[in-house]
């Protein structure tokens, strides 16, 4: 039997998430070098350049036609396009990474015709790699044990795990500590991690109960978002958007429309 597309994707994106974790962990420079990108606390650090090319240097031998939609910057032309779009953070926490704080993962997301059919996060020093495929559910390897992820489920807020961040950009940072202190009164309780892609694995392995986010970017949530919905859980913007606007909200299904109508509340207080 041949290996479908979606498959043979899969296969790839978890041996390239493989040898970049390896260069990630086994090559961290002890004085690392870094810039500063849109502000002065949005750090890009040498290991996130040298890990995007690796990702990109990879996928190129193999699928030569394939485009690219990178953290660092990676949008290459391709003359003659295939159907498949890379999405990929290198890095995501970058900042948990710089302070060696092991929240931090590997993130691939693979559109095939515009549609993200493969999402791969990587978390090395967690010893995790959570991973789905379009229709065939979600699954988290730890330390090589396989297990299905299922989001949790409940629709109280006041008994749910909300976990959100926030962006590089003080005034925007206001905002979101603004509405946060709210969110800490009406939740169990809140988290605050510092890399997105793995929050919403969190979401999908039922460690969190939703997650939300003002600012986030396509390769931030690309592969997070599908292994939450193939979990059982649901994603989108807010009051009906699709993902990639200004918001990003998950949760397991029964308490999406709660958080939903709590973060519209916020936003029409806060972000206006
Ligand atoms: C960041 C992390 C963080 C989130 C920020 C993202 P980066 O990604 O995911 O948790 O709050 O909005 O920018 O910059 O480390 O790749």
């Known amino acids: 039997m041949t290996e479908s597309l979606n498959q043979s994707l899969l296969n790839l994106a978890l041996d390239i998430a493989k040898t970049t974790s390896d260069l990630l962990v086994n090559k961290r420079p002890e004085n690392m070098s870094y810039e ?34 990178g953290e660092e910057g990676t949008a290459k032309p391709v003359s003659n396009p295939s159907n498949v779009r890379w999405i990929i953070d290198p890095i995501d926490g970058t900042v948990n990474y710089f302070y060696n704080h092991p929240y931090w993962a590997i993130s691939i997301g693979i559109e095939v015709d515009g549609e993200i059919q493969v999402g791969v996060v990587a978390a090395p020093l ?9 229709n065939e559910g979600a699954y988290l390897e730890h ?16 008994k749910a795990l909300v976990a959100t961040g926030f962006g590089y950009d003080p005034e925007r940072r206001k ?24 929050d919403l694995c969190y979401v999908a392995a039922g460690r969190l109960d939703a997650y939300y986010e003002f600012g986030l970017y396509p390769w931030d949530f690309a592969a997070g978002s599908l292994i939450v919905t193939e979990a059982g859980g649901r994603v989108g913007g807010l009051n009906g958007e699709k993902l990639g606007g ?17 973060v519209s509340r916020l936003k029409d207080k806060y972000f206006n």
């Open 143 to 158: 330390d090589g044990k396989k297990s299905k992820l299922k989001t949790n489920s409940g629709a109280k807020l006041d």
């Open 246 to 262: 200004d918001w990003s909200l998950a949760a397991n299904a029964d308490l999406f429309d709660v958080l939903n109508f709590e």
């Open 36 to 69: 500063s990108k849109s502000t002065p606390v949005d750090l890009v650090t040498e290991m996130d350049k040298k890990a995007e090319e690796h990702i990109v240097q990879r996928v190129q031998a193999v699928r030569p036609n394939d485009s690219f939609l």
């Open 175 to 198: 905002k979101q500590g603004a509405a946060l202190a709210e969110m800490v009164a009406l939740a169990r309780d809140t988290r605050r991690a510092g890399a997105a892609a793995i």
């Open 126 to 134: 967690l010893h995790e790699v959570y991973y789905a495929v379009k």
